[in-house]
């Protein structure tokens, strides 16, 4: 069974677990759990029926964490999405329970709240239903979320836990919703470049501001995209990375033809630590990802028309080079005990 099976079947899965023991009045035992949203940052969308809470946020992350998640027991969603690197991966394609590589480059899991689509593609609106699709992958975990859950239902702390957050015992409406809540939380906006922002003319330096103003000005362009407090539009974009794409990005999704090599604007938050880059992880380091987007790209019939050659001197390209750094948060993305 490959992703997009996964996908279709999603729903049912939830389905099957869904509402018979918890109804809309049904009291939860649990204390709504305080979000620390960064200064400037709209308050995130959240749902009404999965409501963010102590209890299932800390035993989304203990979910998180699990490798018996996967069929064999050796990756967890953390392996593929490691904190210290933001929450991605540090190598093109991620590994999974037979060795095989993934479909793409593991992307940061930052300020998922605020997103209305997931994957690289799009292909999915939902951030319960996503956390279905690593699980049932057969180049990830490759496992069945039912089996996972009835190994893990009696154990602690997922047993009192489910209790507490959801009335239930631990199924596949718990696991998938209490991980998307854990991923609520994972927000990023403390970096050097926010304070900048909120009025500390200390907070970059004099070639950090001048990349600044090279990042968001006319000529370079990439404000048009990488916009907004996460730094991406969220828009679907080809960049003319190749003249065939191997991986048909969006027209997966859409079976449109225009929507060939055309990918999700990724986050430029904590881009120092999310290497390598792009949708399948060929470019090693930011030197390469900004020659390429100055070069313009190759000239793909759906490339945007936002990449246009443009030329810096040694030393403009450094001033953006050292922007991009102060984009780095100061302080920790996961902020759950």
């Known amino acids: 069974?490959?992703?997009?099976?996964?996908?279709?079947?999603?729903?049912?899965?939830?389905?099957?677990?869904?509402?018979?023991?918890?109804?809309?009045?049904?009291?939860?035992?649990?204390?709504?759990?305080?979000?620390?949203?960064?200064?400037?940052?709209?308050?995130?969308?959240?749902?009404?029926?999965?409501?963010?809470?102590?209890?299932?946020?800390a035993l989304g992350k203990a979910l998180f964490f699990e490798r018996r998640l996967s069929r064999?027991?050796?990756?967890?969603?953390?392996?593929?999405?490691?904190?210290?690197?933001?929450?991605?991966?540090?190598?093109?394609?991620?590994?999974?329970?037979?060795?095989?590589?993934?479909?793409?480059?593991?992307?940061?899991?930052?300020?998922l709240a605020y997103h209305?689509?997931?994957?690289k593609d799009g292909g999915v609106p939902d951030l319960e239903l996503q956390v279905l699709a690593p699980i049932h992958d057969e180049l990830e975990m490759d496992h069945d979320i039912l089996a996972a859950a009835a190994v893990l239902s009696d154990e602690q702390?997922?047993?009192?836990?489910?209790?507490r957050a959801y009335g239930r015992e631990l199924d596949a409406f718990v696991i998938t919703r209490a991980i998307a809540n854990y991923e609520r939380t994972l927000l990023s906006g403390w970096s050097r470049?926010?304070?900048?922002?909120?009025?500390?003319?200390?907070?970059?330096s004099s070639a950090e501001v001048n990349g600044m103003n090279l990042f968001f000005s006319p000529e370079v362009a990439c404000g048009e995209c990488h916009s907004g407090h996460d730094l991406?539009?969220?828009?679907?974009q080809n960049v003319g990375q190749y003249l065939e794409y191997e991986d048909p990005g969006r027209q997966r999704i859409t079976l449109?033809?225009?929507?060939?090599?055309?990918?999700?604007?990724?986050?430029?938050?904590?881009?120092?630590?999310?290497?390598?880059?792009?949708?399948?992880?060929?470019?090693?380091d930011l030197g390469e990802v900004v020659d390429h987007f100055l070069s313009g790209g190759l000239p793909h019939p759906n490339r945007s028309v936002l990449m246009q050659e443009v030329q810096l001197t040694t030393e403009e390209r450094s001033d953006l080079i050292a922007f991009l750094a102060a984009l780095e948060d100061e302080g920790p993305i996961d902020r759950t005990p």
């Not at 702390?157 to 209790?163: F, I, K």
């Not at 991406?232 to 679907?236: P, V």
Request: some cysteine; hydrophobic content about 35%.
């Open 157 to 163: 702390p997922y047993r009192t836990l489910s209790q």
């Open 72 to 111: 064999n027991g050796t990756i967890s969603c953390g392996s593929c999405h490691i904190p210290s690197s933001a929450f991605s991966d540090t190598v093109a394609l991620s590994l999974g329970v037979d060795h095989l590589p993934g479909l793409r480059n593991s992307p940061p899991l930052t300020n």
């Open 232 to 236: 991406s539009d969220h828009s679907f």
């Open 193 to 204: 470049y926010d304070r900048y922002l909120q009025g500390d003319g200390d907070a970059l």
């Open 1 to 57: 069974m490959n992703w997009r099976t996964t996908i279709l079947l999603g729903p049912c899965l939830v389905l099957l677990g869904c509402r018979k023991d918890i109804g809309p009045d049904a009291p939860l035992v649990d204390t709504p759990y305080e979000l620390d949203v960064p200064n400037g940052f709209p308050e995130p969308p959240l749902r009404g029926d999965n409501p963010l809470t102590v209890a299932s946020v």
């Open 116 to 119: 209305t689509s997931f994957f």
């Open 256 to 284: 449109s033809e225009a929507d060939a090599g055309k990918f999700k604007v990724p986050t430029l938050r904590n881009v120092t630590l999310t290497a390598p880059y792009m949708h399948d992880g060929s470019m090693a």
